[in-house]
């Protein structure tokens, strides 16, 4: 009877217990931000959070789940695109932390340095405003084409003023990239892409943003939920030294934290 009643107690404490845990459901890209999501899913059980994390391989669908109250959170893109993706749908979703750069670069399987693109080579960059124009932005940088002086974070391909090499620029859905640089000259590819694609932006790309990029991840989240208590306690253990330690040695300089 001891037993029993003993046996019962525990599985009350239990399911209480249980009861009373938060739930969290973050959608984020594969890599990096689910991989760092995953390191810190045992943590955060710690605190009594349980953290399921939604794997999407595009960047549509977590900010419309986020939206219509489906997904708690996501992880998986940068301020710009998120004002532009607010703009554009009618949402308010906010930020809540910034946590890393990814630095973007331009990869290619038939050149090795960008001053051997050859006459009307054919370049793919993604077909999303703010990563379309980041790829731009690059290309200007690294003297391949000159945008108009009031392009911005946003310039597309009518901002092209000088383009010397006569470049057939695709716009291309960014997840698909890493899969087309067989049929282009080079791809300009967000990190977390070309991290899944096997390749290693630091030795791989052509040229690549500094970590003084403005494009810093973040987590992001709807405005009625930003002060949650699951969704502040995930901010703080995302910014702790055991998540940059594991960011720099996971990734090797191709993601960077900024806390």
């Known amino acids: 009877m001891k037993k029993t009643l003993f046996l019962t107690a525990v599985l009350l404490i239990v399911f209480t217990l249980s009861a009373y845990a ?38 549509v669908q977590p900010n419309t789940q986020v939206a219509e109250g489906r997904l708690d959170a996501n992880f998986f893109q940068h301020q710009p695109y998120l004002d532009e993706f607010n703009l554009s749908k009618g949402t308010t979703l906010v930020s809540v932390a910034g946590i890393h750069v990814e630095p973007f670069g331009a990869y290619s399987k038939k050149i090795t340095k960008l001053d051997d693109l050859a006459q009307g080579s054919q370049v793919a960059i993604p077909n999303d405003a703010t990563n379309g124009g980041r790829a731009l932005l690059l290309l ?102 055991a998540v940059r330690d594991f960011i720099n040695e996971k990734y090797s300089g191709a993601v960077v934290p900024v806390f």
């Open 140 to 241: 200007q940088k690294a003297g391949v084409l000159t945008l108009k002086e009031e392009a911005g974070i946003t310039a597309t391909l009518r901002d092209i003023a000088e383009n010397p090499k006569d470049l057939k620029i695709r716009e291309l859905e960014a997840a698909t990239l890493p899969r087309v640089l067989d049929q282009v000259d080079i791809a300009l590819i967000n990190t977390n892409y070309a991290l899944e694609a096997g390749l290693n932006p630091m030795q791989d790309a052509l040229v690549i943003e500094g970590a003084d990029s403005p494009y810093v991840n973040i987590l992001v989240t709807r405005e009625d939920n930003q002060q949650a208590e699951a969704i502040l306690k995930l901010v703080e253990m995302l910014k702790t030294d």
């Open 22 to 59: 938060d739930k969290l459901q973050v959608a984020a890209t594969p890599v990096p931000h689910a991989e760092i999501l995953e390191f810190l899913k045992p943590k955060l059980a710690e605190q009594g959070i349980t953290l399921e994390v939604k794997v999407f391989t595009d960047y």
